[in-house]
């Protein structure tokens, strides 16, 4: 079994194998540096990242070598221990002056710690030592949107796709791979899929009116807890609810001439921010508000407020843009107000808990927050006065359906809401409240001040 049969394996996805390959490896020597990176490196693809650490300063105390110091500071950044990261990036350069996967790794930390000037710097770096790489320049689309430079930002995003990480990775509707991607030239029937989380297919949503103007005909593959919400939004589109299914067979069925992913868009309909009408785009189930709005009206409060308190993964700094209901009690003590959880995980323990402390209730109708139609949740939100929300789904549906939101934007937040300002470019009913340094406690007493006064 050798080395180079576990990283072609590797190489090739088959992580099982290459790490049994590598298992192997260390049991013939339990010492060898590189045997011990190949383990790191699989176990680093299989997401197992405290591990994955291990083996690699361990093979870095037998044999440093910059590759293995710049494993180290990819798994520290995915575990968010940012300055320890950047140490180690820093190191491997100090190895290997030339290494353009360490600066384009410090380019992409410098981009999700909200620092786009840095990650600027660290991208041109890593061209000029790779020239013709494309990853930097989509980690430097990242900086650009987050600055508002729509145009030279959208002009990189397009690089992130066909990535298995970043935009996710190129549909295709036949079996040779086509059609050609749409280059937005108007007549042409085209399929819009698509892509990373349920919020981002929202926002991006919002230029699907331009492209029906656009294109002879427009063919959606979306989220299938979007389906019915879009089939009433948009009724001139053809909708499939099969974005994540691996076989679908209405592809042979329909006649269509170029794809495009949904956030490929911006690139022919957001070039500056004039271009933004933050206007509501999505209509929410009239029988649904109904119901809805019988069951608010019956709770004793002047006003029906949404919350939802945690957002993202762990891969997608879920801590950073999480709170507690603890956290928000200058919010929710409001008197007069009627809290209802948007939570689309289930909080009836830690809502329990914090109204057998307080004595203040929050209502959490599963059937709505946690359904698997959206447009359970979006008829809840279509009758409510406003919501408050860390940055999670929530914000998307609320301003796509028109309803205000007030944001708690952490200090250090994704492109989307920008480095400063209180408004979203997407959205025009939105107000962000922003973090100061690691403190919430000034956005929280912004919120509270502007609810009472909406």
Known sequence: ??????????????????????????????????????????????????????????????????????????????????????????????????????????????????????????????????????????????????????????????????????????????????????????????????????????????????????????????????????????????????????????????????????????????NKDEDFPGKPYLVADPERRIQWRALLDSLPGKKKVGIAWTGGTPFNFEKRRSLKLEDLLPILKTPDIDFVSLQYKDPTIEIAEFQAKHGIKIHHWARASESKNYDDVAALVAELDCIVSVCTSAVHLSGALGIKAHVLTPSRPMWRYQLKGKDMPFYSCHQLHRQMGTDWNTAIESVQKAIVHD
């Open 1 to 270: 079994m050798s080395l180079e049969k576990a990283k072609a394996l590797l190489d090739a996805g088959e992580l099982d194998e290459a790490l049994a390959i590598g298992e192997d490896l260390l049991k013939q020597n339990p010492e060898d540096p590189l045997a011990l990176f190949l383990n790191g490196q699989c176990l680093m693809r299989a997401n197992r990242t405290g591990m994955a650490f291990n083996l690699f300063a361990r093979s870095a105390e037998l044999e440093p070598r910059a590759e293995t110091y710049n494993a180290m500071g990819f798994c520290l950044n995915q575990e968010h221990q940012i300055k320890a990261a950047e140490g180690m990036f820093k190191k491997a350069l100090s190895l290997k002056p030339d290494y353009a996967l360490a600066m384009n790794n410090l380019c992409s930390m410098k981009v999700f710690v909200s620092e786009p000037e840095e990650a600027m710097i660290w991208g041109r770096k890593a061209i000029a030592a790779k020239p013709g790489w494309t990853d930097p320049l989509y980690n430097m689309s990242l900086a650009h949107l987050m600055q508002g430079n729509w145009k030279e930002g959208w002009r990189g995003y397009e690089l992130g796709l066909g990535r298995d990480t970043a935009r996710g990775l190129k549909r295709n509707y036949n079996n040779d791979g086509g059609p050609d991607d749409w280059d937005g030239a108007p007549g042409k029937s085209v399929v819009i899929y698509g892509e990373q989380g349920i919020g981002d297919e929202i926002m991006f949503a919002s230029m699907l009116p331009d492209a029906i103007k656009d294109c002879k005909r427009v063919i959606l593959d979306c989220d299938s807890r979007l389906e019915s919400l879009f089939r009433r939004s948009f009724p001139s589109l053809t909708i499939y609810g099969t974005r994540f299914k691996k076989e679908i067979s209405w592809p042979l069925q329909e006649k269509f001439d170029a794809k495009c992913a949904i956030g490929s868009l911006g690139q022919f309909y957001r």
